[in-house]
């Protein structure tokens, strides 16, 4: 991270991003100078901040979302019901089924996430990890994204739409044509990319321009896109699979494929590669060049931006054409790695929305999103055996996700919980 | 309360009794309690698992993201068969089945055959398909005949084949009807393809009930709702309504399945998914399992129409003998129904 | 974001007027042209035949008024020529640098209106009634959960979560009306959840300074994810006693709803609607005239001005959300005790951001807001009733309808728009 | 009312800004506190107004010790406070922000406007103020803003008034009559306590003067101190208060300013046939009360203003539609009139803040992207060259104290090749050491031949920087003076009035 980026701020602050109204500059709250006794050097600053007990506060953050899970599974789970009810009687039997369930369920997710023990060879053991790491590829590619529009001020809420846009266009390409791979994948990415890229570059023209709202038009161009693409999809001629009456493409073409990068026996794509490397460039955009010097200008301060020569409407263009490129990124990711089978309108799968969540517990910074990511694609990835497993619904995973958000969010609230002291003042 | 006997375990029991199959259904985007397909295909696969004395696991999926990882996650729990609900997992059901060709698969709704060569993509599979234009065709004919406004009308959750094909037989049933009598009946909500009125979605909410209310602002008396719970906005529009309204269910005889409707309900398109799923799992259960595709008709009672039950007294008191007529008609084939499936 | 400590009020930017000259804009000029062009080509190239009748009354009218018949293609073309008029007329005030009255957009939106409908439903009859009085019917969550953003905002805490609110409302409502048999209660456990949403949103916003859109977009989250599960772990094994809350019934008011055309459209609602109206009048007036209302916009536009005076801005920001929050909650009680008798999951669909793009389309206004929900909930029954009369536009594009309108009048007509200007911004002392 | 404060502690985490601090101030009496930027005065009034709770000391009204929860406690007690930043809202007009807080009320609870219309009718005639009630306050100019805030705490009685730096965005007449006000509520029998760095007008009002730095009392002064006296005491050491300048060196005609026109996006025009012209090496201030076009002619000049008619050429290149990138790369340097708005983003380094309008070229970037060694060296050598009072160069800039904000900004501004200087109230809010260095770069600028314009609203400083003065009303010019036309003069001309005797 960068010189910047890691100058001690408050709890919220660090957080990134501006509220969707946030139409104001936001330099007024940076009134009251604050002395700041001691000299902030990298290092130092990331050693303080885990001796300050900031790190501690984020791990009993996710020990606290994880425990408001277990209640929950606790709660709804059928054999702790029927113990509950003779809970003085033999109270053993109520405590071993709480127990067993909540540990069945965690048990399970780390088994679907990480490491499956109860398989004996050990690609098989390690298949859960390259799960993981497939689903969250997507999450990462759209919450850079998402994260990169916060760093300019802009609340991009359409990555359903644009991912739906990039997957058609990718689709289209992948079965479409017939070329070799070396042309046809770079191909079809690039048209995905593009094709996300413009869908939210109409939000980003239409604020430079007329002033419109970036929140009500994303939202509104989710929709539009949604129904854009299944008017498409159930049109024979444009992308509707020949013959077939379902609102669903042809399959990729095997040369538009992202390649397995483990071999056969993974499920892990070149997609995950792909959002590694948006990670790199979006942390050399931002912290490295000068494009990325104006865009988090914008966001910061809109009007020193303006008079200092950057022109804020371009910016916010350029940034929502990247953001959308970004996001279209995760689109492709699904439509030629994970689900090749052809386009549909269910491409995205709730990815445009989780990665706002992504880019929250990210801090809009592209390591952190990068965590958050892997984060999140455990989850998932676990969330499946799961289910099957234990039969506990995979919305279990919602509310842990949203709680660990919330709970790092407020370290003090954690503290509290926790009866730490509070944060020594500096 | 009072603790049970220890060790009284019926768990334990019951495992040690079961065989090793081990029955697994996936349910596609909408969830098990749709009141339509995943459930009447989950409820089927219960009850053989039931009569097996086996435990049925069952995952939904949220997304069609989920539908590899649900069925991966099947294959690693040890099922031998599985249920996959819908056109959607298709695909995804073919790849599994492929990489698994020991466990038996059942899809429901989809032909498995992604490449429209008009074979199937996997062996293992067994696809179950419905000519509910068949049964809808007959909905339609009593629609006609019992209508008093001279317009029925039908809306849709989203414009999918396996919705339309309902839309579309009850549209021909009733023109049939009109043509065959010379009776002036109007259908409103469909026009063939994909232009009609649909609620966006399969969910039981305003959309569904603005829908319906809209289509009785039209003047229809019949109205038939084709996407699992979004009936429901068609009882309330109803019932807003202060008109005398019938309602054709679909899927299973709604009548039954939800006594609310039993005041307005005319009769149901039956579509044998509970039964067929049943049938499939038993088949598989006692290793008998064979993946020829199965197409229910009128003719292998795989699809009907359901018994009119309180409307019995108000349809006409030919109707019942002339639907017989209609239904020999179309299994005979001088009566042609046209549906997706013909294709 | 953060305002440590003491800021400077926003600066006086103003200077003195030296004189004032009239601004061009090209805008409406631009936006009628393009709508005329639009309507016209549509009528070029799929001609409508036969006649196209209004119906200004239902069956159930005492009086009822008349059914208009037009004859399409001549129908349609006139009120095209209208448009055309119109947007030379507004050229012609363009060039003569004044801007174009009220009434000519009026007027505008009128005619385009008909003359669409015309060629839609060509050879049909419009229910005019039914598609004013479903407007009404799919905007109301949306006008409540409108109300409570505004409410919030006006606070100064931004309500993204909306949705979440209507959502657990609309839960809850199914939950306690299904086990107590009665809609009135299970409205009060909709405004409850709604306020407890609320009340977990100021908890992070305004006690630990959370950044507001984080924790309405979380919270949105953690509802969908805990009404889910316990939908499929609690109220779907059990429906028949957790998840049939009954409805409320439609009450006519007396002679109110007999007049022609208004009385069907308002005044047969249920008594939900009815308080929405309440809702939208009582905040309206509570907002701008009394003495809670001149706090809570106090505390929205400059927390520390409000607190010099002796208010105490963040209790009166927890409980102008917290009452934010029971009524978007209202709104959610419209689902399941209106709607459809029963909870599903995500069943708002995302209503409640639909109805925060009214909040600052409506410029935070509580009846700009309502109109602009309003609108929202014509431009998606406008869309379902041509799709049952058979409009000759694939579904889809009918379906997008709404949204594509949104984006037309915020880009169009709102441009930008100034929030309350501390909105989104905790209050901290020290 | 007697106000006593008896040492008065107060924290904010290590930083002690008030320390044991002991005041008090008699019925009838002006208190002047002075003292440099963040000395702790803001903080005392803030725990006096019951804004901030005391660590130590206490408060005591009349021999009663009294304990402030809030704001609402003080004023209860009767204590008014006029604050450094108004407390009023923008969108509020003047009745509802005087009822604020104390509002009369009709049936449930609606608000009963004619009543407080009345009031700040009786209490405007009582003072002589000129306010309407229904005015809008952010279409109000500050001064009359000051009279709102006034009202509104003579609104609830108060006894004892506080005015914290009242005389910062105001302009000569405007503080007579401030002066005049404050006169007015003294005989009336009000206790007052006045916070100002403006050394002539503590002398002019004062009863008592306490001094106070780094949140100590480090003295009492008498009215009849010398500016030099107290300037010293208040900063510590010894203070220059002229800027020593040599003749200027004028060389061709470099700004030209016709017949320049702004407008706004709603169609008022807010600047009307202003021509003027700078030479290089010289110095222009404007003068004016603040809000008559001096903030559109600044942004006019940058390229900010979007409808602008008329011609701006620097060195005979056309200025008027370019954008603000194509101007700064002309040449002109920019130091906005609110730093915190349009200087500075608060969450940047003071490294990055040095290369905010450098985003485009060299020396910086290199290919799109950031020479960050070179940066750093760079900012390195400002930090000590304009003495940035901060730990180091990452430090946040929004994290630094005005004065150096400010330095950031001039630094940033000064070391470009600069064909022109525009800065607009480039002292403001900035303390005395502070202005002493800013003024002392500009001269520095001008010497070097470049051309400056100066807006400022401080007669003080337009008189001490100047080679000629443009003095300018209601978005028109009255008069371009030489820089020594006496204070009366420009005084008058910024009313709008010309004396005849003036030269151009
Ligand atoms: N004033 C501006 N505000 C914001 N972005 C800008 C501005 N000027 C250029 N950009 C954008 O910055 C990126 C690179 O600009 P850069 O200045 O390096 O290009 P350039 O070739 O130097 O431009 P020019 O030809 O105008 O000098 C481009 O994406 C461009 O669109
Ligand atoms: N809320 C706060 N939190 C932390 N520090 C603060 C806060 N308010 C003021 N300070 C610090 O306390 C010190 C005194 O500030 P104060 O505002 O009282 O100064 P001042 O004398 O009024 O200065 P000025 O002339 O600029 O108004 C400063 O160092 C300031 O940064
Ligand atoms: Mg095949
Ligand atoms: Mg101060």
Not at chain 4, 59 to 84: K, N, R, S, W, Y
Not at chain 4, 119 to 143: K, Q, T, Y
């Amino acid at each position: 991270m960068s010189g910047t980026d890691e100058t001690p701020q408050t709890e919220a602050e660090k957080l990134g991003g501006a509220g969707p109204t946030d139409t104001r500059p936001t330099g007024t709250r940076t009134s009251a100078p604050e002395p700041e006794p001691e000299a902030p050097s990298r290092t130092h600053s990331m050693l303080r901040e885990i001796a300050s007990g900031n790190a501690l506060a984020g791990v009993l953050a996710v020990v606290l979302a994880i425990a408001v899970g277990s209640l929950m599974i606790a709660l709804t789970d059928e054999r702790v019901r029927d113990t509950a009810s003779y809970v003085f009687a033999r109270p053993g039997d109520f405590f071993t089924a709480t127990w067993d369930a909540v540990w069945g369920a965690y048990t399970a997710l780390f088994r679907g996430a990480v490491y499956n023990d109860r398989v004996d060879d050990f690609a098989t053991q390690i298949r859960p990890l390259t799960d993981t790491l497939k689903f969250a590829g997507p999450l990462i590619a759209a919450g850079l994204g998402v994260g990169l529009a916060f760093r300019a001020g802009l609340f991009n809420i359409g990555g359903r739409g644009q991912m739906l846009l990039a997957g058609a266009a990718a689709g289209w390409v992948a079965f479409a044509f017939d070329l070799p791979m070396v042309i046809h994948l770079p191909l079809a990415i690039l048209a995905g990319s593009l094709a996300g890229a413009l869908w939210a570059g109409i939000a980003g023209v239409l604020k430079a321009r007329t002033g419109a709202h970036e929140v009500i038009v994303t939202i509104m161009l989710n929709y539009v896109g949604f129904y854009l693409v299944f008017f498409m999809l159930s049109r024979q001629g444009l992308l509707q699979a020949p013959g077939s009456g379902n609102p669903k493409s042809s399959p990729a073409k095997e040369s538009a494929i992202l390649p397995d990068i483990l071999g056969e026996r993974f499920n892990l794509h070149l997609g995950f590669v792909l959002a590694l490397v948006a990670v790199a460039y979006v942390w050399w955009l931002l912290n490295r060049a000068t494009l990325g010097y104006r865009i988090r200008a914008v966001g910061e301060n809109p009007s020193a931006a303006r008079a200092a020569g950057i022109d804020v409407g371009r910016t916010y263009i350029v940034v929502m054409l990247i953001a959308g490129a970004l996001v279209g990124l995760a689109g492709t990711n699904q439509v030629l790695g994970t689900v090749t089978s052809g386009v549909t309108v269910d491409l995205d799968a709730g990815i445009g929305f989780d990665a706002i969540t992504v880019a929250l517990l990210g801090r809009s910074r592209p390591l952190g999103i990068l965590a958050a990511g892997l984060l999140f694609g455990a989850f998932k990835a676990g969330g499946f055996a799961m289910q099957a497993s234990e039969g506990i619904p995979v919305d279990i995973v919602l509310v842990v996700q949203s709680l660990i958000v919330l709970f790092i969010a407020a370290p003090p609230l954690v503290r509290a919980i926790f009866r730490l002291p509070a944060k020594e003042a500096k | 309360g009072d603790a049970p006997e220890e060790d009284s375990g019926s768990d334990s029991g019951s495992e040690a009794a079961a065989s090793d199959f081990k029955p697994c259904i996936v349910s596609d985007a909408g969830g098990f309690d749709d009141k339509s397909f995943n459930q009447l295909g989950f409820e089927g696969a219960q009850q053989a698992a039931d009569e097996l004395g086996v435990e049925l696991t069952p995952v939904e999926s949220n997304s069609e993201n989920d539908y590899a990882p649900n069925l991966e996650a099947l294959v690693a729990q040890g099922c031998n068969a599985i249920v996959t609900v819908g056109f959607a997992l298709s695909a995804a059901t073919v790849e599994s089945a492929n990489a698994n060709p020991d466990i038996d698969y059942i899809l429901i709704d989809d032909a498995a055959d992604n490449d429209f060569d008009g074979e199937k993509d996997a062996e293992n599979i067994k696809p179950l398909l419905y000519n509910t234009a068949q049964a809808a065709f007959l909905a339609g004919y009593a629609a006609a005949d019992y209508t008093k406004t001279g317009t029925v009308g039908t809306y849709g959750g989203q414009p999918y084949p396996t919705v339309t094909i309902f839309m579309d037989g009850f549209k021909q049933g009733a023109e049939y009807y009109a043509q065959e009598k010379g009776k002036d009946v109007e259908v409103i909500g469909f026009e063939g393809g994909e232009k009609g009125s649909f609620t966006g979605g399969f969910e039981a909410n305003e959309a569904a009930t603005s829908t319906a209310r809209r289509i009785l602002d039209q003047g229809a008396d019949v109205i038939l709702p084709v996407g699992g719970p979004i009936y429901q906005g068609a009882l309330t529009a109803i019932a807003d309504s202060g008109e005398d309204v019938a309602l054709i269910g679909t899927d299973a005889d709604v009548f039954e399945t939800d006594p609310n409707t039993q005041d307005v309900i005319m009769t149901s398109i039956l579509k044998g998914m509970k039964v067929s799923t049943y049938e499939a799992i038993m088949s598989a259960g006692n290793d008998e399992f064979d993946s020829e595709a199965y197409i229910g008709t009128l003719e292998n009672d795989g699809v009907g129409l359901a018994p009119f039950h309180n409307f019995e007294s108000k349809v006409s008191d030919s109707l019942t003998g002339e639907l017989d007529e209609v239904k020999a008609g179309i299994i005979d084939g001088s009566i042609e129904v046209k549906s997706y499936l013909d294709q | 974001m953060t305002t440590p400590g003491l800021s400077p009020a926003p600066a006086p930017t103003s200077a003195p007027v030296v004189d004032t000259v009239a601004v061009r804009s090209l805008k409406t000029p631009v936006i009628f042209g393009v709508l005329t062009l639009g309507l016209a080509l549509i009528l070029l190239l799929e001609a409508p035949s036969g006649d196209t009748t209004f119906r200004l009354a239902v069956s159930t009218d005492f009086a009822s008024l008349p059914e208009l018949t037009v004859p399409a293609a001549a129908g349609a073309w006139t009120l095209t020529a209208v448009c055309a008029l119109l947007t030379a007329e507004s050229v012609r005030r363009y060039l003569a640098r004044r801007t174009s009255p009220i009434w000519v957009l009026v007027v505008f939106a009128v005619a385009w209106m008909a003359g669409f409908l015309t060629w839609a439903a060509a050879g049909e009859t419009v229910p005019v009634v039914g598609l004013l009085a479903g407007s009404i019917a799919l905007s109301v969550p949306l006008v409540f959960g409108a109300l409570g953003g505004v409410l919030g905002e006006r606070a100064g805490v931004v309500n993204i979560a909306i949705d979440g609110q209507l959502l657990f409302g609309a839960f809850a409502a199914a939950l306690l009306g299904s086990l107590t048999g009665s809609p009135w209660v299970g409205l009060i456990a909709a405004m409850v959840a709604g306020a407890l949403v609320a009340l977990v949103l100021g908890l992070f916003a305004i006690t630990y300074f959370v950044d507001q859109v984080i924790v309405g977009v979380v919270l949105n989250v953690l509802v969908i994810g805990l009404t889910s599960f316990l939908f499929s772990q609690v109220l779907a094994p059990n429906a028949a006693t957790l998840n049939t809350p009954p409805r409320f019934p439609r009450i006519p008011i007396p002679v109110l709803g007999d007049i022609p055309l208004v009385g069907p459209v308002f005044f047969r609602q249920t008594a939900v609607v009815y308080l929405l109206y309440i809702a939208v009048a009582v905040v309206a007036f509570a907002l701008y005239r009394t003495r809670w209302g001149l706090r809570v916009r106090a505390v929205g536009e400059h927390p520390l001005a409000a607190d010099t005076v002796g208010i105490k801005v963040n209790r009166t920001r927890y409980r102008t959300i917290l009452l934010a929050g029971a009524v978007a909650g209202m709104g959610g009680a419209f689902y399941t005790l209106v709607s459809v008798p029963q909870f599903n999951r995500e069943m708002t669909g995302g209503a409640g951001y639909i109805a925060l793009a009214a909040v600052i389309f409506g410029k935070w206004d509580p009846i700009r807001a309502t109109l602009a929900a309003l609108l929202f909930g014509f431009a998606s029954n406008l869309q379902g009733v041509l799709a049952v009369i058979g409009s000759p536009v694939p579904s889809q594009f009918m379906l997008m309808l709404p949204y594509v309108i949104t984006i037309f009048a915020v880009a169009g007509l709102v441009g930008r728009s100034r929030p309350p200007a501390a909105d989104g911004v905790p209050y901290r002392k020290e | 009312m007697k106000l006593v404060l008896r040492n008065i502690t107060k924290r904010f985490g290590s930083l002690v800004a008030n320390d044991r601090i002991s005041l008090e101030v008699a019925p009838g009496e002006v208190h002047c506190l002075l003292g440099e930027n963040g000395a702790g005065k803001s903080t005392l009034m803030n725990v006096l107004y019951g804004l901030y709770q005391a660590d130590e000391g206490e408060i005591v009204l009349d021999d009663e010790v009294q304990h402030f929860t809030g704001p609402g406690d003080a004023m209860a007690a009767g204590i008014g406070m006029v604050h450094q930043h108004f407390m009023l809202i923008p969108v509020f007009t003047v009745a509802e922000n005087v009822m604020l807080g104390n509002e009369s009320t009709g049936f449930a609870g609606t608000l009963d406007l004619d009543a407080a219309r009345a009031r700040v009718r009786e209490i405007s005639e009582r003072f002589g103020f000129h306010v309407d009630p229904d005015a809008l306050v952010e279409e109000l100019p500050v001064g009359v803003q000051q009279r709102v805030e006034i009202i509104k705490a003579l609104s609830r009685d108060a006894e004892v008034l506080v005015f914290d730096e009242p005389t910062a965005v105001l302009t000569p007449q405007e503080t007579d009559e401030l002066m005049e006000i404050m006169r007015q509520l003294k005989d009336a029998g009000k206790a007052i306590v006045f916070i100002t760095h403006k050394l002539r007008e503590v002398r002019e009002v004062a009863d008592k003067i306490t001094v106070i730095r780094l949140g100590k009392v480090v003295g009492e002064a008498e009215p009849t101190a010398t500016n030099a006296e107290l300037a010293s005491l208040m900063v510590g050491r010894p203070v220059e208060l002229v800027v020593h300048k040599d003749e200027p060196q004028l060389g061709d005609d470099a700004l030209v300013v016709k017949d320049l026109r702004v407008r706004d996006a709603l169609g008022h025009v807010h600047l009307d046939g202003i021509s003027f012209t700078i030479r290089a090496g010289e110095v222009l201030c404007v003068a004016g009360v603040q809000g008559n076009g001096q903030t559109e002619l600044t942004e006019a000049l940058l390229g900010l203003q979007e409808h602008v008619e008329g011609s701006i050429t620097l060195d005979g290149k056309q200025l008027v539609g370019r954008s603000v990138r194509q101007v700064l790369d002309a040449g002109v340097g920019f130091i906005p009139e609110d730093r915190q708005e349009d200087g500075l983003v608060g969450g940047f380094s003071i490294a990055e803040n040095l290369m905010l309008n450098r985003s485009f070229r060299s020396p910086f970037v290199r290919r799109g992207s950031l020479r960050m060694d070179a940066l750093e060296e760079f900012a390195k050598t400002k930090l000590q060259e304009y003495d940035v009072r901060a730990p180091d160069i990452y430090t946040h800039a929004g994290k630094l104290s005005g004065g150096n904000q400010q330095k950031v900004v001039v630094a940033r501004e000064l070391s470009r090749d600069l064909r022109l200087l525009v800065a607009a109230q480039p002292t403001r809010g900035v303390d005395v050491g502070s202005i002493e260095f800013i003024h002392k770069q500009v001269i520095a600028t001008r010497d070097r031949g470049v051309p400056v314009l100066v807006v400022s609203t401080e007669l003080d400083e337009v008189v001490a920087l100047a080679d000629r003065i443009m003095v300018v009303y209601r978005g028109h010019v009255v008069g371009i003076v030489p820089g020594d036309t006496p204070r009366e003069t420009l005084g008058l001309m910024m009313t709008g009035e010309r004396p005849k005797d003036v030269v151009a």
